[in-house]
């Protein structure tokens, strides 16, 4: 994982970062035995992956272009 750019992109850490304050809210609203505040949580995390394709949309996000040099898988020796 450390030779591609998986996920270093504003979109991916704007849309992971919203998602996680929302997943925080939800847990917080579950111990708290508050239905709406969990609910509420829950569109916060839906919200996150919304941003992140629009920011992925508006070219903040990984290209869709393949790569010039395919990366290749290392196998470990069957033996």
Same mark, same amino acid.
């Given at each position: 994982?450390?030779?591609?750019?998986h996920?270093?992109?504003? +979109?991916? /850490?704007?849309?992971?970062?919203i $998602?996680?304050?929302? &997943?925080?809210?939800?847990? +917080? &609203?579950?111990?708290l035995?508050?239905?709406?505040? &969990? /609910?509420?949580?829950?569109?916060?995390?839906a919200?996150?992956g919304v941003?992140?394709l629009?920011m992925?949309? $508006?070219?903040?996000?990984k290209?869709?272009?393949k790569?010039?040099?395919?990366?290749?898988?290392?196998?470990?020796?069957?033996g």
């Open positions: 994982m450390a030779g591609s750019s996920g270093h992109t504003p +979109a991916a /850490w704007t849309g992971v970062t $998602a996680f304050i929302g &997943f925080c809210v939800s847990g +917080a &609203f579950t111990v035995a508050d239905p709406l505040g &969990f /609910w509420a949580g829950l569109v916060i995390v919200l996150g941003v992140g629009v992925q949309a $508006a070219g903040l996000g290209s869709k272009t790569p010039a040099h395919p990366v290749r898988e290392t196998v470990g020796v069957e």
